[in-house]
């Protein structure tokens, strides 16, 4: 089982950029995927998760309505869309597996991470 995160850079305040999260050795179909944030000094942030039991999105306060998450089911790949970024969005970006279908926060397996930088 791996999860391949990428799709990290540099990114202008108020651009957009998509991250991606690769997964191999499980089908998607099984696990909801999580995304996550961690910035220079803070703790690890649970961002947003995919449900594959009833393809419910979450999100929290920070990103609803900035960033999207979803899946292609033939890439066996996750996104997250960030639109309208903010220099407070800078972190390392993971994506990780809940052992369950739905978002429960069980991950199991995590990405390795990408870089994220928003700035002018």
């Known amino acids: 089982v791996q999860l391949q995160a990428s799709g990290g850079g540099l990114v202008q305040p108020g651009g957009s950029l998509r991250l991606s999260c690769a997964a191999s050795?499980?089908?998607?179909?099984?696990?909801?995927i999580g995304w996550y944030r961690q910035a220079p000094g803070k703790e690890r942030e649970w961002l947003s998760c995919?449900?594959?039991?009833?393809?419910?999105?979450y999100y929290t306060d920070s990103v609803k309505g900035r960033f999207t998450i979803s899946r292609d089911n033939a890439k066996n790949t996750v996104f997250l869309q960030m639109n309208s970024p903010n220099p407070e969005d800078t972190a390392i970006y993971y994506c990780?597996?809940?052992?369950?279908?739905?978002?429960?926060?069980?991950?199991?397996?995590w990405g390795q991470g990408t870089l994220v930088t928003v700035s002018s």
């Open positions: 050795g499980f089908a998607l179909d099984y696990h909801a």
């Open positions: 990780a597996r809940d052992s369950h279908r739905e978002c429960i926060g069980t991950n199991d397996y």
């Open positions: 995919l449900s594959t039991s009833d393809a419910m999105t």
